[in-house]
């Protein structure tokens, strides 16, 4: 496991467009990564209000290197790192880990930093000027999970997942979300 990450062993490899035939997901789960809208909205609207959320990871920590990129913010500077679990009725459904610099978490009056297990779409949808400035994709290979992550959720193959920047009262802050096999044979 790196210092930084519970999930990740190293970073995902993050691409803008998927292109070519290898580099498309299955059909049921094109719409799940487009949404626009709120993760958790969309899970409790199929699976019910059942939806959890499971802290694996909250600290303070240099974030990846290209990550700190896709913010605009130092490498070296500590952002408070968000990993978890959504999950319903013990099935695993969605890993997700949030960069959250500092300006970000004091721009939001601190509601970002204390959220424990309440979903982060429940308050930053609650923004009216949440902006959507990027999305990406990846297709992450089970090497880039750490061996607690392969071994406890199945992560045998490529998974699934998308990365999306976006920005409150113009302060950024990086949301990756991936789809776990459980969720795939569910949708």
Request: aromatic share 10%; proline share 7%.
């Amino acid at each position: 496991m790196s210092n930084n990450s519970y999930l990740f062993s190293r970073p995902p490899v993050w691409k803008t467009r998927l292109r070519g035939a290898r580099a498309r997901p299955p059909v049921a789960l094109q719409s799940w990564l487009d949404e626009t809208g709120s993760l958790t909205k969309r899970l409790r609207n199929h699976y019910g209000h059942n939806l959890a959320v499971s802290l694996l990871f909250h600290q303070w920590k240099p974030a990846f290197a290209e990550e700190c990129q896709c913010l605009g913010v130092a490498h070296h500077r500590y952002q408070l790192i968000r990993e978890v679990l959504l999950h319903v009725d013990c099935i695993p459904l969605v890993l997700a880990r949030t960069i959250l610099p500092e300006p970000t978490i004091r721009i939001a009056r601190r509601n970002l930093s204390h959220l424990g297990t309440r979903p982060l779409g429940e308050v930053i949808f609650a923004y009216p000027d949440l902006e959507l400035r990027r999305r990406d994709f990846s297709q992450a290979a089970p090497q880039h999970w750490t061996a607690a992550i392969q071994s406890q959720y199945q992560v045998q193959q490529a998974t699934w997942g998308r990365r999306t920047l976006y920005a409150i009262h113009q302060q950024p802050l990086l949301v990756s979300e991936f789809f776990l096999p459980d969720m795939l044979r569910n949708i």
